[in-house]
């Protein structure tokens, strides 16, 4: 088992691509916390992995909120006496669907809330477990969106190019003390919040569902789109030893688009 033993959060941890890397961290034998806001949800995903043996609590947590993340990192501790990883996952999805010139102030501020301010948040509150141990690994969820621009989709777009950069920064920052800092950035993957955002997509284009998910799956090298399980086999290599020369590194999971399509696809 690549995580035996090793005690991991992971935020957004109750939902798709959460919830599969929630799975595949237990199964490689790591204690978990699973972190988000839908605390039924969380406890749904503690339940099925308590079934199977597995070792998990739900922390309900809004990653944004300071206070919230200081209490989710002492529960982890005060739990399982540690933490060995860090699954920045949770996110605010891409449903804006504004150019820059109409966009509202406080949408802009939640997207950026969610998924750079909380992320940052809960970096700050886990190093200062994993520091005086000298030991930890922190995985921190981007996006293809984070690497090319997103038409309409700016806060998310910025936010996810920010993560990347938190990275980068934070692997110099941490790596003095033995902790490792990486980056995954998905392409489209099949989730309910994927699904979503594919009906919004056809129905602003006009076109069917059918048609956005083939020109999706052409848009791709590999012709396809990815899966939950996937991804999270991604995280586990990231989050475990066979990944331990790396650090401050961006693993790009996207099945081909980043080489085939250097501009993120638009149905209008």
Not at 40 to 66: M, N, Y
Not at 92 to 111: A, I, P, Q, Y
Not at 214 to 237: D, G, M, P, Q, W
Request: aromatic residues 6%.
């Amino acid at each position: 088992m690549k995580l035996k033993d090793r005690v991991a959060i992971i935020t957004g941890g109750g939902t798709g691509i959460g919830k599969a890397i929630s799975f595949a961290f237990v199964r490689e034998g790591a204690k978990i916390v699973v972190a988000a806001r839908n605390l039924p949800r969380l406890e749904e995903t503690v339940k099925a992995i308590k079934a199977k043996g597995g070792q998990a609590i739900a922390v309900q947590t809004d990653v944004s909120d300071q206070e919230q993340v200081k209490r989710m990192a002492a529960r982890t501790v005060e739990q399982f006496g540690q933490i060995d990883i860090l699954v920045n996952n949770a996110a605010r999805g891409t449903f804006n669907n504004t150019d820059v010139s109409d966009m509202k102030l406080d949408e802009w501020h939640e997207s950026l809330a969610a998924n750079l301010t909380g992320p940052m948040l809960c970096c700050r509150e886990v190093l200062k477990y994993m520091i005086p141990r000298r030991s930890g690994n922190i995985v921190n969820v981007s996006s293809v969106a984070g690497m090319s621009g997103v038409p309409r989709e700016s806060p998310y777009a910025a936010s996810k190019w920010g993560l990347i950069g938190l990275t980068e920064t934070l692997a110099i920052e941490a790596g003095k003390h033995n902790i490792r800092v990486n980056c995954i950035s998905p392409g489209a993957t099949r989730t309910q919040e994927f699904d979503d955002w594919v009906q919004t997509s056809a129905k602003t284009a006009g076109i069917s569902y059918d048609e956005v998910m083939k020109k999706l799956a052409e848009n791709n090298a590999l012709k396809r789109i990815a899966e939950t399980e996937e991804i999270a086999n991604c995280i586990v290599f990231l989050a475990s030893d066979d990944s331990s020369a790396m650090t401050g590194h961006n693993l790009v999971a996207s099945c081909g688009f980043h080489i085939t399509h250097p501009n993120m696809i638009s149905f209008d």
